[in-house]
T-cell receptor, first 112, second 108 residues
């Protein structure tokens, strides 16, 4: 079975803090993704990576950066957390182009 | 970009009932997935079904790509089937575009 894990299920941070969300997959997938989910707005793509050290912006990259130093790990970084980044963050991975994506359990981030 | 519409937005049923959820999309697809989001927020993969019909236990799905819709069938519903069901399609080579979901509530 494909397994995607995320470092925290719940996280509370203060405005202005630097926040790291970690995602690890164990299936040697090429592609990894970060989405956020908000009521009324659905799921939106923040960034994705199709190879180590490669990244592409999604629909809402502002205020975020990413890092992929190893194939199995994809990190989402909030450089200076703001209250409008309070959200559910979901990581996913897939083996190839246009192939099935598998999601982690999600991290509920609250920025106060 | 591609538009994905799901119906109905909400569905309330008694345990044991059958249900059909619909997903309409605006463009041709080479990837369509159905997910169940459980109460803890995790997206569970149900089907990867760009075309044709698949079955997994009480669940089955059909995608008619030429007519741009997909259906998810749930038979003999159980309370554990409650949650939000999403269909999602690939736009370009990578990005999943999600519908707004169908919230299913199964009452005992």
């Amino acid at each position: 079975d494909v397994k995607v894990t995320q470092s925290s299920r719940y996280l509370v941070k203060r405005t202005g803090e630097k926040v790291f969300l970690e995602c690890v997959q164990d299936m040697d997938h090429e592609n990894m993704f970060w989405y956020r989910q908000d009521p009324g707005l659905g799921l939106r793509l923040i960034y994705f990576s199709y190879d180590v050290k490669m990244k592409e912006k999604g629909d809402i990259p502002e205020g975020y950066s990413v890092s992929r130093e190893k194939k199995e790990r994809f990190s989402l970084i909030l450089e200076s957390a703001s209250t409008n980044q309070t959200s559910m963050y979901l990581c996913a991975s897939s083996p190839g182009l246009a192939s099935e994506q598998y999601f982690g359990p999600g991290t509920r981030l609250t920025v106060t | 970009g591609i538009q994905v519409e799901q119906s109905p937005p909400d569905l309330i049923l008694q345990e044991g009932a059958n249900s059909t959820l619909r997903c309409n999309f605006s463009d041709s697809v080479n990837n369509l997935q159905w997910f169940h989001q459980n109460p803890w927020g995790q997206l569970i993969n149900l089907f990867y079904i760009p075309s044709g019909t698949k079955q997994n236990g009480r669940l089955s799905a059909t995608t008619v790509a030429t007519e741009r819709y997909s259906l998810l069938y749930i038979s003999s519903s159980q309370t554990t089937d409650s949650g939000v069901y999403f269909c999602a399609l690939i736009q370009g080579a990578q990005k999943l575009v999600f519908g707004q979901g169908t919230r299913l509530t199964i009452n005992p």
